[in-house]
């Protein structure tokens, strides 16, 4: 067991923090936005720790202390937050496809800035970033506790009102206003929560994989984050976690598989290096067959009632 | 700025701009008859660079699974730019029947649509990379036969240069939004694809065979698609298999400004675009793509319709 926790260690934080930007993606689409900005908010919120703990925070020798950690992580919400806000009025009165783009423009602008800013690193991007732990599987110590507050969280605001606002604009944004539900302030609050949680997430991977650059925000990242959420489930937050957990954890499995005695050498190779392309296939497919994804509240429900 | 650098950087501008513009075509095209962007344009966009490339017998690198393959035959550069972008046409055509016609039979929300065209996308771009590795491409230097690398005019001390390419890719531009324009307008066939985009259902009952208009929408946008990209390709490299994903994110930035669904709108935008590019002074240029963002952006918040776009009512 204790050789298993420190070969996978490192895929199983990333599992977790998975199913947090999963989680993040999903929040905006309880609304029914299809929102591309999470992978933006999450590069900032890795460049805002980056930037705190390798150039103000400067601490020598030893671990880096956990309670700046966890003070880097709540700077990076509240900027993810309050950028969140600023973006989201103006940009959550468009809808649909237009809503897509703008998000995307945003993402790819804040891509840019990273990509040329001193403060950045430019291309090369921060590196060193120091580390709380000594292994990569004690950072459960506080992935593990954010992803289960997050769940309780998601947990209640599906049952109470600010949730079932949510699901009213998902499924009818003007029979929901005329109901009196204010759809703008819900798709900002759906779409800054989002931005917050995905802050957060950020700051913890900046010092889990020790160097943060403008590759971590980006197009493709925002499709392959977006698969595990429509794969996993739309309409519970079940789905995004376990969906997260899964995509983040295929990579390795694929190559479990591919090493597999027998198998031809060409489907080996493939299991290898055509991830993305499994990845591509799996979001077609899922959006034709499972177009609710695999968790619904339904499956869930049958569960329980046997 | 002094006037030759004034013009200089205008031609750049048109010559950069009309291929925005080509490309915004494609994805006009599909959205006015289905209401949806495709975003698998991009990826078709760079299938057209190295379908070209393929086809006139040039060697692929080491770093794919089709390393040092060639083609036996070389084919001249005029007739691989028409046969590969007919076969991206026909990867069109594909992708309509795969990931667009089951969800379109099905009334699927779009943005269903919208996240299949990403995962196509992402699929096109990853399989040429698995083929052909990731390595920069440049079209061999007789690409365009006899003609002059570049036209010099102007006097000596300020001289202004147009790169042949620049012309080709200019004057190919305009000829495809012209004959695009008169055959939506004034043929019988762009009559029923203009029918087909107003109201499919009505346009199958008056005897249009809606899905063959569909069918042939997706293989012109994704021909016009693969002749951008071959364009632009053999203008500079084909950088890597994702250089027309990057082209792809401009290309919405310019429908946006142009109107979504507006062919007008689609070649104005892309100049429009083009130019701003051409016009941002040299110590801003690595923000270049940030300005067209920016200006996505802004366009979003103030006129979403974009400059000739029609205003969407939401149907209730």
């Known amino acids: 067991m204790a050789e298993f926790l420190a070969n996978y260690g490192f895929l199983i934080v990333s599992m977790v923090l998975g199913a947090l930007l999963g989680l993040s993606l999903y929040l905006p689409l309880m609304t029914g936005q299809l929102s591309l900005a999470s992978p933006g908010f999450y590069a900032l919120g890795g460049y805002i720790a980056a930037i705190l703990s390798t150039q103000v925070f400067k601490v020598s020798g030893g671990l880096f202390p956990i309670g700046l950690v966890l003070l880097e992580m709540l700077i990076a919400g509240v900027v993810s937050g309050i950028l969140g806000v600023v973006v989201g009025i103006p940009a959550l009165r468009l809808r649909g496809i237009y809503l897509a783009i703008a998000t995307i423009a945003f993402v790819e602008i804040l891509r840019i800035l990273s990509l040329n800013l001193d403060i950045t690193g430019g291309a090369v991007g921060i590196f060193g970033i120091p580390q709380p732990f000594q292994t990569p599987l004690e950072y459960l110590w506080i992935a593990l506790p954010l992803l289960i507050v997050s769940m309780v969280i998601l947990y209640r605001l599906e049952r109470i009102r600010v949730g079932r606002a949510f699901t009213a604009i998902r499924e009818d944004e003007l029979a929901a206003g005329a109901m009196g539900i204010d759809p703008t302030y819900y798709k900002v609050l759906a779409f800054t929560l989002g931005a917050i949680l995905a802050g957060v997430v950020g700051a913890l991977s900046a010092h889990f994989l020790n160097t943060w650059n403008a590759r971590q925000g980006t197009f493709d990242a925002s499709i392959v984050y977006l698969t595990s959420v429509l794969i996993g489930g739309t309409r519970t937050f079940v789905g995004p976690v376990l969906g997260g957990m899964v995509f983040t954890a295929l990579p390795e499995v694929l190559r479990a598989i591919a090493d597999t005695a027998g198998l031809p050498l060409w489907l080996a190779q493939f299991l290898r290096d055509g991830r993305l392309i499994i990845f591509g296939l799996l979001i077609v497919l899922g959006t034709i067959f499972f177009p609710q994804g695999l968790v619904t509240p339904d499956l869930l429900k049958r569960q329980r009632h046997k | ?316």
């Open chain 2, 1 to 316: 700025m002094d006037f030759t650098l004034l013009l200089q950087q205008l031609l750049n501008g048109l010559s950069i701009g009309s291929v925005y513009a080509i490309f915004a075509l494609g994805y006009t095209l599909i959205f006015s008859i289905l209401g949806i962007i495709n975003f698998a344009h991009g990826a078709l966009f760079t299938l057209g660079a190295y379908f070209t490339y393929a086809l006139m017998g040039e060697r692929f690198g080491f770093n794919g699974l089709l390393a040092n393959v060639a083609l036996p035959v070389q084919l001249p550069f005029s007739i691989a730019l028409i046969l590969g972008s007919v076969l991206v046409g026909l990867v069109g055509v594909a992708i309509e029947r795969i990931a667009f016609r089951p969800l379109r039979r099905r009334r699927a929300d779009p943005l269903l649509t919208v996240v299949s065209s990403l995962g196509v996308a992402l699929v096109i771009v990853n399989a040429i990379q698995y083929l052909v590795g990731s390595e920069s491409y440049n079209f061999p230097v007789n690409t365009y036969g006899n003609l002059p690398v570049a036209i010099n005019f102007g006097t000596a001390d300020k001289p202004i240069t147009i790169r042949t390419v620049q012309i080709v890719i200019f004057a190919v531009s305009v000829a495809i939004m012209g004959i695009l324009t008169y055959c939506i307008n004034y043929t019988k066939f762009g009559k029923a694809m203009k029918a087909v985009a107003e109201d499919p259902i009505t346009a199958n009952l008056l005897g249009i065979p809606t899905d063959f208009f569909i069918v042939i929408t997706f293989f012109i946008s994704s021909f016009l698609g693969g002749v951008a990209g071959t364009l632009v390709g053999s203008s500079v490299s084909i950088a890597d298999p994702y250089f027309g994903i990057r082209y792809g994110l401009k290309g919405l930035a310019v429908i946006v400004l142009g109107g979504l669904g507006s062919i007008p709108g689609a070649v104005l935008g892309g100049l429009v675009i083009g130019l701003v590019e051409a016009f941002v002074p040299a110590d801003y240029s690595a923000y270049k793509d940030a300005f067209a963002f920016g200006i996505l952006f802004i366009m979003l918040l103030v006129r979403p319709q974009g400059l000739l776009g029609r205003r969407f009512v939401q149907k209730v």
